[in-house]
Every structure is written in C-alpha cells, then in structure tokens.
C-alpha cells in the first residue's frame, strides 16, 4: 500500500500501474468533503514520492463513483465573505491541478454516478472509461452555483464551446451515449469489463500508443477557436441560456460568462476567473435558498425513512373509483410495480380510466422511454372491476370516490367489511376531515389520508393525514406506499385543508382582496409570474377549476371563520355563479381556445371585468411590491400557523409540500426560507403594516417571537 488514509487509497497493481481509490470511510457515498480533499492531496504526495508508479488508475469502492461536493458543508461556507469563497475553490483546485501536472496517464474508471465534482474528477485525468451503468453530470446550477472545481475550464478546452455549454448550463444528468458522442469521455464498456478497459488504456499510454501528454496539454491552453468564431459562440449561447433560465435563475447565465472571460486565458489563469464567478453567484439569494431546498428535502427524505421503517408490506393495492384521480392513481401504482385493483360502479368509468393508462403509457413507448413489452406488463397489473372479489389479499386501499361525506363513509364502511384485519384504508380527500370519514369506520386507526395531487403521474407530492385515530403503522404504510409511487410525502395531521390547500387558500383569499380594491386581475398574474409562481392567481383558480375553488375556499372559511370568512362578494364566486368554472367549460377569469396542439390558450376577456365591476373598486395600478406582498403574507403566516399548530412537523417539510404540491418558486426556497430571506423582523413589520386588511395580515406568536429574538425558521 503506497497510501491509506479515510477517503483515498493508492495501491500498487502490476506493472507499473498503481489504483488510487475513493472509498469513504463511514458513508455510503463518496463526496468531496473537506477531508476527503486533504486526503486526495495527501494521496497525491504519496504518488509523488513515490519512483515505483509509472500509471494510474483512478476507481470507487463503492456503487457510486463521486456524487460530488458535501452539499451538507456548504450553507456555512456560502456565509462567509466571497474572497474566502473563492479561496476556498481555489484552494481545492491547486489539488486538483497538482493531480492533472503529474506526469504519468491517468485514467478513471467511472463506474456509477460522477456528478459535479465528482465528474470534475474525471475531468482533471487524462482519460476517462465509462461503465454502460453509469450516469454523468454537472447539475451545480441546480443548486444556483456552476462548478467550481475546473469544471468551466476543462469542459470547454475537452469538448467544445457548445457541448460544454449544454452540459454546464442544463445542470441535466447524462447517459453513456450522450457522454461519449459529446466527448466527455473516451471509452463505453460494459460494467465488469471497466476496470480491465481502464489499465488497457493505461498499458497503451505507456507503450506509446496514445500521446496522454497531448491530451492533457489540451486542458492547459487557451481555446483553440479563432477569436471571431469564439465571440459567435458564446453570444449564441448565452442568449439561448438567458432565455432557457430566466432572470431568476443567474447561475447558468453567469457560468457562460465565466467560460467566455477565461476562454483566451491558461488553466490557471482560467482557474482564478472561476473561483471569482462562483463566489459571487454562491452568494446569491438564489444560491442560498435551492441549497436550502436541498437540505430540505434531504431532511424530509430522512424523516419519512424513519417512519416508514414500520411499514407493512405492500404487494398489492386497490384503488376505489377510476376517476381522474383513481385512474391517475392506478397508473402510478402499476407503473412503479405494485399491481392494484381498480374499482368503480360504472363500466364506463373503468374503461376510460383504462384507456387513459394506456395513453400516457405509449406516450412513453413512443419517447423511448419504455418497451411494449414493459407497456404491456404495466396495463395487465391494473385490474378493473366491478365488485369486491379478491379484496381480502389487498394490503393498501385508497378511496377516491366522489367528493361527499357520505357517499365516501358508506363505501369505506363497505370496503371494510370485505379486507383482511390488517388492511390499510386511506382516502384521496381534498377537503373532508379523515377523523370525521373514519367515525364510519369499525377500525378507525388502520385509516388515514392519502391526498395526491391533479395529474397524479406528474405531481411529486402526497400528503400523508393523520386523523385523530390514526395509528404509527399506518403512517408509515401510507408513506411507504407513496414512496413506493415515486413520491414525495409529506406527513401532516388533520385539519381543513390539510398542510397545502389550508395555505393556499388564504393566498386565494389575497388575491379576492386586492381585485375588490380595484386591482386588474391580469396585473396580479403577471405580478405573481414574474415572481417565480408557475401562473398567476386567477389562471390557477381557472386550471383548479372555479367551482372547486369555491367549493373549498367554503370549507376553509367554515374551519377557520376568525381569518378566511369574508364580509364581501369574492372574485371566484362572482366567475362561479356565472357559470365560469374556468378551463373545464371553456371560460373562467379568462376564456380558453384551443391551440395548435388542441391545449387550452388563455386569451383576455372583457366580459370578466363586467362581471366584477359591482363588487370591485375602480380599477388602479397597484405596485408589483404591493401586490405580491398582500399575495404573499396570507399564504407565508398560514404556514406559520401550521408549524404553530404542530399540522406540520418541521420548517423544512412545510416549505418542501409548498414546492412540490404547488409549485412554489424553487429558487425562492418555500414560504418559510421566504419569510427568512426578508428577514423575520422586517416580515412581521410588513405584516403589520397590511394588519388593515384583516386576520389574514396579522403576524402570528411565532412570526413575533422569532422576530423579537431575531431568529429564523432555518438555521
Ligand atoms: N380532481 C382533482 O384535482 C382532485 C385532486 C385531489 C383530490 N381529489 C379528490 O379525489 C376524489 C375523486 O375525484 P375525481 O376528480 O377523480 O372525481 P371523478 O368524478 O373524476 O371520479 C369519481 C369516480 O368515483 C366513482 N364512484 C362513485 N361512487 C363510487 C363507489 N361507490 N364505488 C366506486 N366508485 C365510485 C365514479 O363512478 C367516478 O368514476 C375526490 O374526493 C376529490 O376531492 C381530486
């Protein structure tokens, strides 16, 4: 053994030709921690020093090769000052070029995911061998950062100015074709022949076959492209990046800058340029809240890994009604592997959920995605019936009959009579309370909520409820059925509205109010859109569907009269009792034509403003400040009561079923990373400052605490 230490091993193998190891001690995965850095340079000193070592393989102990940088280190080292930031990728990168100046080939065997800095890794070798398994990528922007360990300097110097671009700037993560047909690496070979094919290509460059000097000396230089040429490219780029991201996402924009500055410049030169761009964009709103969001959903995967470990087994479900959800919910189930049945009380019913499988399944056949064989395993593991045969081997059931109390009592009543005692029911309700479904039921405690979101195959995440009577076991089943699914849950207890329609809501309830003070509701949406929010309020309302809005918005103010009740005509109801339900009928706040694809486009419509005219006040321009902070404090300090009210257990899941379940904007971080980045004091004051308005306004006990001790929700 030429070196041992807790992350990185170099161990001579025959020949000449050593292996230099990344295999983490105590983790499951490898990643660029700080220790694992010093490590790799103490590695790199051993190689040094050593004369036996004419040749280098580079591998994993484990199924990964490198995830990357340890995320978990970075909300710490994004708060300090940017020329510490940029110390510190410089810092890390006089290691990685030390490793690259070696004079011996070096080549990576890259047998499982190599993102960000572990792809960065591959890149400092001379040449890179790829198993068939493995996937590959720089997904930093992800994260509102670019990557920062010569990423932007090798990546254009090995494969060009575009590609690099592609890679960099979509952050996506990349299959083996792609890999090599882009060039960012050599050789595709199967699993176990990786390891042989990376000394093969080793033995070549030490035979003199392969000039390694001459492709490493390609990482050194400047770019090759003539200054013209070079110019074209990255003008070309860039616009394309700025148009794909947004200006609310700077990173993929600002990383296209830095390869631009750098790309007439040596590597170290380069290096300086990018250590300098990534501190700046590290200390970015941006950056701060999707590393958050990160950590969020790490935090919420750990706590749903705990519960679940309780868990029943789950080889067979049923789902009851083959609506849009049940249909939806069918197909998610058979798609992930857990055959179900599906049940209604009309034929019709269950024929066009079936054929609603079918479509989104060849829609996948037809992208590639998935072979007929597959399609046709997926659909014979959906199993649509009339009646309750077979119901005694089913371990989950979920309800998604129609909206209405007791019609969902007497079929989850009936079902129970037909499961073994340990079946588990859960319901798909939107706005029923599970304590008051489960009075209905023998066994209330193997019963609880299992609310998906419209279209179920898209949307990430299912609300998981715990009724009063609700056992742990069934908690955890639920969860690890969702998960099962491909989903996020997020666990949360009883009350109107659950976690996510109780927060949006009040947001609606907002939006009521600033078109009753005259504000024009196409001003609100564009307000909103430019915000981050994927549609504005009344276009959500219209793609919701007015009548359920409505519908709900009642079930809300019923819960929580003190706050959601209104002493006025709101907007909705005005579209609702006009018949507008928005686009199931063709016209809401806003009237659908059909495209050229046959979507629904949204045009404007005089007749909306007719409409409201009784109940609105003139119409004025509002300031956008104005408007989204009177959008926005309903729904932030709602969040705050449901962290107050123990309806969620942590800042981190509530901003997480904020994302997931309707779409608030990432890069923003969630209601709570939200209120945190205006500061806990300055939000309470601008809560006051709206108090006017009503209940909604008003900044709750714990928004007042944290404030008065100058806390936040996140650490
Ligand atoms: N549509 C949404 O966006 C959405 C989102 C979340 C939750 N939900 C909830 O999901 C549930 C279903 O909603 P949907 O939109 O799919 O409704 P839907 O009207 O499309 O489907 C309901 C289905 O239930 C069937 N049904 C009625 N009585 C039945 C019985 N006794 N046994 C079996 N099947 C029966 C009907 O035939 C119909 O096919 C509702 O509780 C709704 O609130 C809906």
Redesign the pocket.
Known sequence: MIYQGNAVSVQLLDDGIAELKFDLQGESVNKFNRATLEDFQKAIDAIKGSDQIKGLIVTSGKKVFIVGADITEFTEMFAQEEAEIAKWSREANNIFSAFEDLDIPKVVAINGFAMGGGLEMCLVCDFRVMSEQAQIGLPEVKLGIFPAFGGTVRMPRLVGVDNAVEWIATGAQQRPEKALKDGVVDAVVKHDDLHNAAIDLVKQCLAGKIDFRAKRQEKLEPLTLPPMENMMAFQTCTAMVMQQAGKNYPAPVEAVKVMQKASGMKREEALDVEAQGFAKVAKTPQATALVGLFLADQQVKKVNGKVAKTAKDIQQAAV???????GGIAFQSALKGTPIIM????DK?LDLGMSEASKLLAKRVAKGKMDAAKMGKVLSSIRPTLNYGDFENVNVIVE????NTK??Q??LAEVEEKVADGTILA?????ISITKLAEALKKPENFGGM????PVHMMPLVEVIRGEKTSDETIATLVAYAQKMGKNPIVVNDCPGFLVNRVLFPYFAGFGMLVRDGADFQQVDKVMQKFGWPMGPAYLLDV?GID?GVHAAKVMADGFPDRMQHDFKDPTEIMFENERYGQKNGIGFYRYEQDKKGKPKKVADEGSYELLKPIAAERKEFDAEEIIARMMIPMCTETVRCLEDNIVGSAAEADMAMIYGIGFPPFRGGPLRYIDSIGTKAFADLCDKYAHLGALYEAPQMLKDKAAKGESFFA
């Open positions: 009851l009604g083959a609506g849009i959800m049940g049940k209604d009380i009309a019913a998604a009959v129609v909206e019609v969902k007497a079929v319901s798909n309700t939107s706005t609310h998906f979101f419209n919701v359920t």
